[in-house]
């Protein structure tokens, strides 16, 4: 068990999210590859959401979806039928 605390210091709220995302997704990925499960603690319930978001979006974007989510597995059946039923809250 470790926990990493990351400091950052762009001024910028925009790109110190970003920032902020993307140091998140490369440690999370590090994890996973070594088959480490991990917990991401955020500041507040809004964030928690636009964290999760964000590392969807960037795991899509690099295509490693597959790193986070095994293919054919019950967690990715879940996802789809949820998906379906979800309403967009924004």
């Known amino acids: 068990l470790q926990m990493q605390y990351v400091g950052i210091t762009e001024r910028n709220a925009f790109k110190r999210f ?33 964290t999760a978001k964000a590392l969807r979006d960037l795991a ?15 967690t990715q059946e879940i996802l789809r039928e949820e998906t379906s039923s979800v309403k967009n809250a924004e």
């Open 18 to 50: 970003q920032l902020q995302n993307e140091i998140c997704y490369d440690r999370a990925l590090t994890q996973r590859r070594h088959n480490n499960q991990m917990l991401i603690f955020v500041h507040s319930r809004a964030e928690t959401g636009k």
């Open 60 to 74: 899509l974007e690099r295509d490693e979806l597959a790193s986070f989510v095994r293919d054919g597995g019950a």
